[in-house]
């Protein structure tokens, strides 16, 4: 999955995980912010944005997180995605098992997950309103002044290694 902070991609996430189980699919939910929060508990990164209680601060150093592994190597949160998957299949390997990565930030994990696994990976993009997003983060907790501030920092940063979802959800098969 990719879409914008604020969207609904949970709610998307288990609607395809209930449909894919009646389908007679096993599902494992891959989250790149719980790798990001390892990443930064375990100080692998350091970012400079300081830990508070506010809901926005914790969305800000997960994206800082997020820059500074990709300005390692820029497919980094992808190759952590495959990594979760082989350790996943060495344990168990039904018949027929579906991975949901949640959620992709920049064109080079798209195309690493792509080269990985060809035509058996689907990008899902999921969009929404921004008077949506506005209100789903406002109800997260995030206050409403920093509400445009997450937008705009999720949408398209200027660096490099930066969260660019606008390139990365042209990549995408299929939107919600």
């Not at 689907?122 to 209100?135: I, K, N, P």
């Amino acid at each position: 999955f990719s879409g914008p902070i604020g969207c609904g991609i949970a709610a998307v996430r288990e609607k395809l995980e209930e449909n894919l189980s009646s389908s007679g699919y096993k599902t494992h939910h891959i989250k790149i912010s719980d790798y990001l929060k390892t990443c930064l508990s375990e100080k692998i990164v350091n970012v400079s944005h300081q830990e508070t209680s506010d809901r926005a601060d914790r969305y800000i150093r997960l994206q800082e997180a997020g820059n500074m592994m990709r300005e390692k190597q820029g497919d980094i949160l992808a190759e952590y995605a495959i990594k979760k998957i082989a350790e996943i299949r060495a344990e168990d390997l039904p018949a027929r098992t579906a991975y949901i990565i949640d959620q992709l930030k920049h064109q080079d994990e798209v195309n690493l997950l792509r080269a990985v696994y060809g035509n058996l990976f689907y990008l899902f993009g999921v969009l929404s309103t921004a008077g949506r997003r506005a209100s789903r983060l406002q109800s997260e907790g995030v206050g409403e002044s920093r509400i445009s501030e997450l937008i705009s920092r999720d949408r398209k940063q200027t660096e490099k290694y930066g969260q660019q979802l606008d390139k990365t959800l042209q990549l995408a098969d299929f939107f919600v």
